[in-house]
Each structure stands twice: as structure tokens, then as C-alpha cells.
């Protein structure tokens, strides 16, 4: 069945350090992938969003290409900030099926320090 | 725009007891979910519904049960309450065109824990 493998967390960051979170996905034919955020004590929110091969998504400095070769959608920041403190979650959608039905990653715990 | 609500917030319940943990949006939303997330884990699916009348199991359903009588309301129901179902509960939504590049917009989540 479907699967989406991320990193173990946490990962803990100096602010304006570099940030990569992996992720990989097992799926039929060519998903559409996904990052979600959870602030503390918040629900998931979209982060960004890749809907067919080499996409790249964006959204408040966040980055993710999707990469049909590897099946992976590693998300990245160049400079991360105190506020970015979250747990990423990496989801896919499979290009069959229905019911809008997300696969969802174990989650990866960002800390980000002064 | 309240987008998606839950209520309670946080619930303690013994063993054997039963709740109802309540969802409505209010974006028009055809499709609605719940999940459970357990610690250091991803969220599991537990029923969805594609529209008022029409719900279906999803990964984790045992245990629980759900009704969709208008499109803003997804009421969860626990029967006899277990340890197991010592969860974070959040309820979703998302717009019908099914082509998967649909955002789900989620609740702030119910916090049960069940002695």
C-alpha cells in the first residue's frame, strides 16, 4: 500500500541555519505530495503542496521539488527562525482511489533555537 | 470565517463511558474526516464523508462511529470508551473536486484520555 517515510525528530536548529526535513513515498503511479505544519497545541495546517513531477512548491520560504526518480519530497529552508518551532508532516495523495484520502509521515519535530 | 471547530477541547473519560467529540465547518465543505493521532505518530484516518447521508470506514474504525446528517456537521461518537482510544482527535475538511491537490483545512483538535 501507500507509505510516506520521513526523518526521525527532533531536529534541533540555531536560527538562520540551514534546514532539510527527508521524505520519501512508496505509491501507485505519481501522487500528489504534501507538507502540513502543526504549531503547538494548533491543527495541521498546508504548507505547500506538489501536484505532478519536478513541481516545486513554496510557501513562507519553504521549498519542496517532487522527484518522480528518488519518489522523495524533501522540504527546505534556507534560514530558519525561532517561529518555525513545528512539527512537518509529509503526506501524499494516490492518483487512484477516492474519498480525498491522505497518507500521512510520522512527523518531524523542528526545534529552533537563539 | 470559524473555518473548522471542535468541542471539548480536552475530555477525560473512564472506561466504559461513551461522548461525542463535535466538528462543523462552515466553508461548505463536501468532505469531512476525522483522525487520531497518537504520540510519535502520524494521523490515522478513522471514517471520512464524501456528503450529507454518506460516510465510510477509514484505516482505524473500530470502536467508533459517525453521522453526517447536514454538510457542516461530523459528529464522532466513542461506545465504550478503552485505554487504546487515548488520543489527540482532529477533524478535517476539504472541497469535493477529488482530484487529490485539495487542501484539507483542520480543527484545533480534542485531547481524550480515557483511565
Known amino acids: 500500500g501507500d507509505s510516506v517515510t520521513q526523518m526521525e525528530g527532533p531536529v534541533t536548529l540555531s536560527e538562520e541555519a540551514f534546514l532539510t526535513i527527508n521524505c520519501t513515498y512508496t505509491a501507485t503511479g505519481y501522487p500528489s505530495l504534501f507538507w502540513y505544519v502543526q504549531y503547538p497545541g494548533e491543527g495541521l495546517q498546508l504548507l505547500l503542496k506538489a501536484t505532478k513531477a519536478d513541481d516545486k512548491g513554496s510557501n513562507k520560504g519553504f521549498e519542496a521539488t517532487y522527484r518522480k526518480e528518488t519518489t522523495s519530497f524533501h522540504l527546505e529552508k534556507g534560514s530558519v527562525q525561532v517561529s518555525d518551532s513545528a512539527v512537518y508532516f509529509c503526506a501524499l495523495y494516490p492518483l487512484t482511489g477516492g474519498g480525498n484520502k491522505l497518507t500521512f509521515g510520522t512527523g518531524t519535530q523542528l526545534k529552533v533555537e537563539l | 470565517n470559524a473555518g473548522v471547530t471542535q468541542t471539548p477541547k480536552f475530555r477525560i473519560l473512564k472506561i466504559g463511558q461513551s461522548m461525542t467529540l463535535q466538528c462543523t465547518q462552515d466553508?461548505?465543505?463536501?468532505?469531512m474526516y476525522w483522525y487520531r493521532q497518537d504520540p510519535g505518530m502520524g494521523l490515522k484516518l478513522i471514517y471520512y464523508s464524501v456528503g450529507a447521508g454518506i460516510t465510510d470506514k477509514g484505516e482505524v474504525p473500530n470502536g467508533y462511529n459517525v453521522s453526517r446528517s447536514t454538510t457542516e456537521d461530523f459528529p464522532l461518537r466513542l461506545e465504550l470508551a478503552a485505554p487504546s482510544q487515548t488520543s489527540v482527535y482532529f477533524c478535517?475538511?476539504?472541497?469535493?473536486?477529488?482530484?487529490?491537490?485539495?487542501?484539507?483545512?483542520f480543527g484545533p483538535g480534542t485531547r481524550l484520555t480515557v483511565l
Open positions: 478535517a475538511s476539504s472541497t469535493d473536486r477529488g482530484w487529490g491537490t485539495d487542501t484539507q483545512y
Open positions: 466553508m461548505n465543505h463536501n468532505y
